[in-house]
């Protein structure tokens, strides 16, 4: 039984119902054009006669035999799109040979997804997406690719048994494809179409991007509104015209003569009678057309308009751009649509200047993370990252000097100007300790090469510090940079209620003890080995690492090396 149902699964995803969806959309729009034909090809005027004459020989009793005429016509009525034997078998089938056509097409055209199902082998996502999107534009197409098919089919078939193709039968060849193109490609569209999101689509995207947006061509409502008053509105009112038209073709002929012959025919009562229901249709038909043109129009204004317009501040938001909100006017679906996207809009606003007031705090791309992630995560996570210490030497005497509102001045001085390189860099400040600052690098936050990265910042800051003291706004001041690479553990650390994202760990340690190295090795900027064997040296050509003799730091069993990071031209003074 299972086994059953997988196969009866794999059949399912071979799609079977678009072909018959088509196919039968296909029959009824070609048994609508071929019953348009017979109609059309019939000379009501000859088989009248005919059937009087018919009606006449039973009165007397003779039989009668029709006449040649009656024979033709009745043969290029009827047989147009059937067999005919003439010496030999002769057939032309040609709408099976355009379902044919279609169906391999459509074949083609899904083979991609049949690979996806079958094959164990990779596909391309995308290109099976672009596949299905585009599929009732392709259907759409074939439908008056079929019509096509049947107009040059039956003038050929016409041409090749009868003769010259006169101009009225080309006409209603002509008609006929239109009849079969519209009534296909909208039923088509509509029904082939609820099929393709309901069995092809959602299987598909809801295994791979389902709310994601789509690549590929969308038939707007515009088109789907202007073709569903083509097929349903406008094509039958034109066919309403159209068949008395063709009734009574004979009475036209004195319209184009002299005046004595159309004064003739106006004393013609009969003629009178059947032309004033013509001219009567005639008038209602061109009202309603003109009627259903300015509904398209007007469509497309309270419609496909506010659509539109609605859809480009959508992606205007989605570029990052708030202030595009939109005026509600009425209260109907477009006004609820309308009003919600506001809102929408008001949301995402506070939210921005959420994450922005919550950056100023923990940073912005741990901010960023945290509420990307949604949830509060107490246990941590391990991660590698490059640790960053600063420190400011002869901090305790330099504050009990400055008075405590000039004191955190200078503080806020100093940090705008040293942290720019951390941010420059991609670094996330993790803390401000007193004078101090401690900043991370790690992959987790978009820095692969963290290591080189921690270095750039370090350089950075010493660069920035002269240009602090140069202002000369405050007493000069020295640093200390200490940099290390390795693992460590990164979290909320807190409770539910109130958290505090750090890291913790023994990377953290040493980077801190190789900061308070620097003193002792009278530089700015000590580097661990972890970092020196992390970063391209190529990169950082105009520096020298300089090793400096290995140090025992405090719960190490093995003493370090460090490196100084000095210009190659020696230290600046």
């Known amino acids: 039984m299972k086994k059953l149902s997988t196969i009866w699964a794999k059949f399912g995803k071979l799609h079977l119902g ?14 609508t054009a071929f019953f348009f034909e017979k109609y059309s090809l019939l000379d009501p005027g000859l088989l009248k006669t005919e059937l009087q004459n018919v009606l006449d020989a039973r009165e007397k009793g003779d039989s009668y035999q029709p006449t040649e ?5 009745l043969s290029k009525a009827f047989t147009l799109t059937k067999r005919l034997k003439s010496g030999g078998e002769m057939s032309y089938e040609a709408k099976s040979a355009n379902l044919d056509l279609s169906f391999i097409f459509l074949l083609i055209w899904l083979l991609p997804l049949y690979w996806h199902y079958f094959s164990k082998k990779p596909q391309d996502l995308g290109r099976i997406e672009r596949r299905i999107i585009n599929l009732p534009l392709v259907i759409f197409v074939l439908g008056w690719v079929v019509a096509l098919q049947r107009y040059l089919g039956n003038v050929s078939f016409y041409s090749g048994h009868y003769g010259a193709v006169p101009a009225k039968a080309k006409l209603v060849f002509a008609v006929s494809a239109v009849l079969l193109g519209a009534f296909v490609s909208y039923l088509n569209l509509e029904l082939t179409g609820l099929y393709v999101r309901r069995f092809v689509a959602k299987p598909f995207f809801m295994e791979n991007n389902p709310y994601g947006l ?8 515009m088109l789907r509104y202007a073709l569903m008053i083509f097929s349903l509105g406008m094509v039958p009112l034109l066919l309403c015209l159209y068949f008395p038209i063709l009734s009574n073709l004979d009475i036209f002929g004195g319209i184009g003569g002299t005046s004595e012959q159309a004064l003739a025919w106006l004393r013609v009562s009969e003629n009178v009678r059947a032309l004033i ?3 009567l249709i005639g008038g209602l038909v061109a009202l309603m057309l003109v009627f259903q043109a300015v509904s398209i129009f007007l469509y497309r204004l309270n419609v496909q308009a506010p659509v539109s317009a609605l859809v480009r501040r959508m992606k205007a938001v989605a570029a990052g751009d708030f202030s595009c909100k939109t005026s509600v006017l009425y209260a109907d679906e477009f006004g609820q649509l309308k009003g919600h996207f506001n809102m929408m809009l008001d949301g995402l606003v506070e939210r921005d200047h959420i994450k922005d007031t919550f950056g100023r705090y923990v940073s912005l791309e741990i901010a960023e993370k945290i509420m990307k992630s949604g949830k509060v995560n107490l246990a941590g996570e391990e991660i590698q990252a490059t640790v960053l210490f600063s420190d400011i030497r002869g901090f305790t ?3 009990e000097k400055l008075p405590p509102v000039e004191l955190i ?3 806020n001085e100093y940090f705008t100007c040293v942290t720019r390189p951390i941010t420059e860099n991609r670094g996330v400040i993790n ?7 401690m900043a991370i690098f790690s992959p987790v936050f978009g820095v692969e090469d963290h290591q080189a990265a921690a ?3 370090a350089l950075g800051m010493r660069e920035a510090l002269k240009e602090f003291n140069a202002r000369g706004r405050h007493p000069e001041v020295f640093f200390g940079v200490g940099v290390h690479s390795g693992g460590l553990v990164a979290g909320n650390v807190g409770t539910a209620e109130r958290l505090e994202y750090t890291v913790l760990g023994d990377t953290v340690n040493v980077a801190s003890r190789v900061e308070s190295q620097t003193k002792t090795a009278a530089t700015e900027i000590l580097v661990s080995e972890a970092v020196v064997a992390g970063v391209d040296k190529s990169r950082f050509a105009d520096f020298s690492f300089i090793e400096c003799a290995p140090v025992l730091m405090k719960g190490k069993s093995r003493p370090m090396v460090l490196y100084k990071v000095e210009p190659v031209c020696g230290p600046k003074k």
């Not at 678009?18 to 048994?31: N, Q």
């Not at 005429?69 to 016509?73: D, F």
Request: hydrophobic share 55%; glycine share 6%.
């Open 214 to 221: 789509k690549s590929g061509f969308a038939i707007s409502l």
């Open 397 to 399: 005497p330099l504050s």
């Open 431 to 437: 803390k401000f300790m007193g004078d101090a600052v």
């Open 69 to 73: 005429a009656v024979k033709e016509n």
């Open 277 to 279: 229901p013509i001219l």
């Open 18 to 31: 678009l072909y018959f969806i088509f196919s039968l959309m296909v029959f009824f729009g070609s048994t």
């Open 409 to 411: 001045r200078f503080l």
């Open 455 to 457: 270095l750039r910042a």
